[in-house]
T-cell receptor, first 118, second 110 residues
Framework: DAGVIQSPRHEVTEMGQEVTLRCKPISGHDYLFWYRQTMMRGLELLIYFNNNVPIDDSGMPEDRFSAKMPNASFSTLKIQPSEPRDSAVYFC????????????????FGPGTRLTVL | DAKTTQPNSMESNEEEPVHLPCNHSTISGTDYIHWYRQLPSQGPEYVIHGLTSNVNNRMASLAIAEDRKSSTLILHRATLRDAAVYYCILRDIRNQKVTFGIGTKLQVIP
């Protein structure tokens, strides 16, 4: 099992450019989460999907951010236009679907994408 | 959302037990208590979770107060590889969202 895969691992771009972060969840997982981590704000949930459908995007900071999940094995987080304050580590996580036996919420995190906007 | 309070940092000597506290005085009856940890330069990983009773797994133990307003993560024998940021999180069973705070940075001293 390869785990959650994120690409790129590092991204350096200039202010105003479009940035696309990619995530491949663990096969069979029904939920996908996007998080952002900064020193000041810690780890924040941006959006999550269930069966490819966005359920809660209340954490998305503003309209410059958008996320899609066209199929069960792929998701993107796009920032357009990017700004220096978007510099952070972005994590993708996935988890299996809810069932009677799954009372917990074990999310499996990817290695993250470190984004630097100059 | 129910919130948790943890010390910013703690130290432990290698091979000694570590008790990481968490206060969650506004916990509701449908909140599960979860612990994750984040090793340097990695994404968070699940450690343990519980509702009312104490829990044990291969990584750690979770002790939950009788009134559920606090809990303690116990690492029975700290190793250098346990140096990480530990997050105490509440999750409503009816909701998939979890809110990570700042966590406790654990330093293990050889």
């Amino acid at each position: 099992d390869a785990g959650v895969i994120q690409s790129p691992r590092h991204e350096v771009t200039e202010m105003g450019q479009e940035v696309t972060l990619r995530c491949k969840p663990i096969s069979g997982h029904d939920y996908l989460f996007w998080y952002r981590q900064t020193m000041m704000r810690g780890l924040e949930l941006l959006i999550y999907f269930n069966n490819n459908v966005p359920i809660d995007d209340s954490g998305m900071p503003e309209d410059r951010f958008s996320a899609k999940m066209p199929n069960a094995s792929f998701s993107t987080l796009k920032i357009q236009p990017s700004e220096p304050r978007d510099s952070a580590v972005y994590f993708c996580a996935s988890r299996p679907g809810t069932s009677v036996l799954l009372s917990y919420n074990e999310q499996f995190f990817g290695p993250g994408t470190r984004l630097t906007v100059l | 959302d129910a919130k948790t309070t943890q010390p910013n940092s703690m130290e432990s000597n290698e091979e000694e037990p570590v008790h990481l506290p968490c206060n969650h005085s506004t916990i509701s009856g449908t909140d599960y208590i979860h612990w994750y940890r984040q090793l340097p330069s990695q994404g968070p990983e699940y450690v343990i979770h519980g509702l009312t009773s104490n829990v044990n797994n291969r990584m750690a133990s979770l002790a939950i107060a009788e009134d559920r307003k606090s809990s303690t993560l116990i690492l029975h024998r700290a190793t250098l590889r346990d140096a990480a940021v530990y997050y105490c999180i509440l999750r409503d069973i009816r909701n998939q969202k979890v809110t990570f705070g700042i966590g406790t940075k654990l330093q293990v001293i050889p």
